[in-house]
């Protein structure tokens, strides 16, 4: 147990992984940045993974009405 409630957990483990991996110079851009472009998707759900948080990724085919 941590002491945290889930919403807590939720919150600030991504953020703390985040700021690692700024400090650790994972993320080299600075700015206003978007998270699916900078951040590196595997080692930042493993890191979120070894904090205890269970991630479920599900795939979903989404039908954009295009017919051909």
Not at 27 to 43: D, F, K, M, T, Y
Request: hydrophobic letters at 40%; a negative charge.
């Amino acid at each position: 147990k941590t002491g945290l409630t889930a919403m807590m957990r939720t919150t600030a483990y991504p953020a703390a992984e985040s700021a690692l991996l700024l400090a650790r110079g994972t993320i080299e851009q600075r700015g206003v940045l978007l998270a699916e472009e900078v951040v590196p998707g595997e080692p930042y759900l493993r890191a979120l993974r070894a904090r205890g948080l269970r991630i479920q990724e599900k795939e979903t085919q989404v039908d954009n009405g295009d017919e051909g």
